[in-house]
């Protein structure tokens, strides 16, 4: 278990500095330490893992990169493909540690023929992820981005500025897992009755005053604010599409916080054309790729619906932003570092991710839950 290699892609500053703090006080991270009364346990003591950074983004160009160590470490740009998998079990890797809840980028199909186990962090803040949502709708409805950049250029003029209240507005979350739950809770604290969609009922959610399970034409036809809080899956890539926006209500807010492919692009730019959509706040989008965590200040983007969403003023982008608070960024450095321990010891995986066959997803109802 000593000196167990792990290589780390997509590395920013934060990432090293969370890591690394993981690593050096071992697995249950600083809380763990900070409670225990005694000393902890060895095998609670230290990962002895030894992290090898790097910033580029993994694929195959850079799968070599990784050679000779069993666990390699990625996050949600980066491509695991089949491509990139076959180059990683010829040199050596053994064990997939995604340092996220969704795991879309990866083919488990052909990790599972290779032999690669995949592990995520299936929970880490989901609060973090809630709160911005709800500053995404905040921001919209009272045009905060535009207020803040016009009062600094000493204009106080309150044209264009008109929002509404909230409270008493009729708020959908599409998935209602523990992430969709603390959503709920908080549009419930705004005074908005909450309507929520999930194949699987959370009786979390059912015991929330004023809120309602439906089925997803109500959700989409009933509310007047829609937040996806639901993983992205090969079922439900482009649940948002121009069938599912010709049934909501006019001028309807969308909140996406979960996976860009949730929603097709061009049909909700054609739906902020036509008014359809009043509002659109995004954390993620679906070639943010080739976008996100980079800084692109001084280049010309290419993308061209990116560009046409960003003209929009009733849109407010952000870069994927949402999980970004030290809780989440500690939570997900503990429990990455315990999954990568656990597989080094050959321990039970607790956060395990298993290919499913169509024959067995046919056999079950696919979930929408946070993610």
Do not use: W
Not at 324 to 349: C, D, H, M, V, W
Request: hydrophobic share 40%; glycine share 8%.
């Amino acid at each position: 278990m000593r000196n167990q290699k792990v290589a780390v892609f997509s590395t920013k500053n934060y990432d090293r500095q969370f890591l690394e703090a993981a690593n050096l006080v071992g697995v249950g991270g600083a809380s763990a330490v900070a409670e225990a009364s005694q000393p902890l346990p060895q095998q609670q003591q230290h990962c002895h893992l030894e992290l090898i950074f790097f910033e580029t983004q993994l694929n195959p160009r850079t799968a070599l990169l990784a050679k000779g160590m069993t666990t390699v470490c990625l996050f949600v740009n980066d491509e695991a493909n089949a491509e990139t998998l076959k180059i990683l079990a010829a040199n050596g890797t053994q064990l997939l540690a995604l340092r996220s809840a969704g795991y879309n980028h990866v083919d488990l199909k052909t990790a599972a023929e290779l032999g690669i186990v995949v592990v995520r962090v299936p929970a880490y803040s989901p609060y973090s992820i809630a709160e911005h949502a709800v500053a995404l709708i905040l921001m919209l409805n009272r045009k905060l981005y535009r207020a803040y950049n016009r009062v600094r250029d000493d204009n106080f003029c309150l044209e264009g500025l008109l929002g509404f209240d909230i409270h008493g507005c009729t708020v959908g979350t599409i998935g209602t897992g523990e992430l969709g739950t603390v959503f709920a809770r908080i549009m419930q604290g705004f005074g908005c009755s909450v309507l929520g969609y999930d194949p699987y009922p959370n009786p979390d959610f059912a015991a929330i005053d004023s809120a309602r399970s439906v089925d997803l034409p109500e959700l989409l036809a009933t509310a007047d604010i829609i937040s996806l809080h639901c993983p992205l899956t090969a079922a439900n890539h482009h649940l948002i599409d121009a069938k599912a926006i010709a049934q909501m209500k006019s001028g309807v807010m969308l909140i996406n916080t979960s996976r860009g492919g949730l929603i097709d692009t061009k049909a909700a730019i054609a739906g902020l054309k036509s008014g359809k959509i009043g509002y659109l706040g995004l954390d993620v989008y679906e070639q943010e790729a080739d976008l996100f965590f980079e800084d692109l200040s001084d280049t010309v983007i290419q993308d061209d619906d990116f560009q046409l969403l960003q003209s929009f003023p009733n849109v407010v982008v952000t870069a994927h932003q949402a999980f970004f608070t030290k809780n989440a960024l500690q939570s997900i450095a503990e429990t990455t570092l315990t999954n990568i321990t656990e597989f080094g010891r050959g321990n039970t995986l607790t956060n395990q991710v298993f290919f499913t066959s169509s024959v067995d997803r046919k056999k079950s109802k696919k979930r929408v839950e946070s993610g």
